[in-house]
């Protein structure tokens, strides 16, 4: 991990003074994604750099024992790496731009539990935490450390390879995976997933509303470290610039919510988060 803070250009410093005089006296919701985290260590899908992948849908994971057999080796594999993670600047910042009444909550695209580590207290994880399984059959709830554990027992001739790389959900690549002993539920003997937002599944209809009823109660929209690509981030800055909520976005590269943006600051957030945080006098 690494808190090293790049100096900003002037026009990124010109977009942060525009950004704080939106932010100032006002609430601010931040809608974060897997940029935010790459300071810990965490990599982003669709950053400059990253690797091309094709996540597993959650129809192949309900589908075939295979895949569900691949994905739990791989995820076990890039779990102790990623469960080490350790908040970064960024999610310091947050935390205390929440503290200070500057941000009103964060709704977050990630699943690494890093914002609630920092100390934010209103957070909507939109798409779960790597640090829950659930039971698709009975809904039991399990501790991911608790899981992994029963790999560990289940599967002792796989060892974490320290070259697999590592996703943004935790998952690693890994090719041997047919003597691969996927745990079930303890309870129930059903099918265990972590309880994660899979490509072609649904964000929770309830966890949803609680981010648009945050966003109604704010002034402002911050966009943090997301290109916007998936659905459920461009759907609220859709309900945003429908109610006239102001938008800022802080990525680097372009978004998909960029048109729709009053500020838009092409850069990283930690940098920018401390230039705000300081203009702020947070």
């Not at 009975?138 to 029963?150: H, P």
């Not at 972590?194 to 964000?203: A, H, K, Q, R, T």
């Not at 929770?204 to 997301?226: C, H, K, N, Y």
Request: with cysteine; hydrophobic share 40%; aromatic share 6%.
């Amino acid at each position: 991990m690494t808190d090293t803070v790049l100096e900003l250009t002037d026009e990124q410093r010109m977009g942060v003074s525009a950004a704080v005089d939106l932010m100032r006296g006002r609430s601010t919701l931040v809608l974060t994604g897997a940029g935010v985290s790459t300071d810990s260590g965490i990599p982003d899908y669709r950053g400059a750099g990253a690797p091309v992948r094709n996540p597993m849908t959650f129809q192949q994971y309900l589908a075939d024992d295979r895949y569900r057999r691949r994905y739990w080796a791989g995820s076990h594999l890039g779990w102790r790496r990623f469960a080490q993670a350790g908040p970064n600047a960024g999610h310091r910042l947050l935390a205390e731009l929440e503290a200070s009444g500057a941000v009103s909550g964060i709704v977050t695209q990630n699943v690494d539990g890093l914002h609630t580590r920092a100390g934010s207290t209103r957070v909507v994880p939109l798409h779960g935490s790597m640090d829950s399984v659930v039971c698709l059959h009975c809904g039991q709830f399990f501790a991911r450390s608790d899981i992994a554990q029963r790999l560990t027992d289940a599967n002792p001739w796989l060892t974490e390879d320290e070259a697999a790389r590592l996703a943004p959900d935790g998952d690693a690549d890994v090719t041997e995976i047919d003597a691969f002993i996927v745990p079930e539920c303890t309870v129930c003997g059903g099918m265990l997933k972590p309880d994660v937002v899979f490509f072609g599944e649904f964000v929770p209809r309830e966890r949803f509303r609680e981010a648009q009823a945050m966003l109604t109660a704010s002034d402002v929209l911050m966009v943090a470290g997301s290109s916007l690509v998936v659905n459920s981030g461009i759907r609220l800055v859709e309900q945003a610039r429908r109610q006239r909520t102001p938008i800022i976005v802080v990525n680097r590269g372009i978004t998909k919510g960029d048109g729709r943006a009053a500020v838009k600051i092409d850069a990283g957030t930690t940098e920018v988060l401390r230039s705000i945080a300081d203009q702020l006098a947070v």
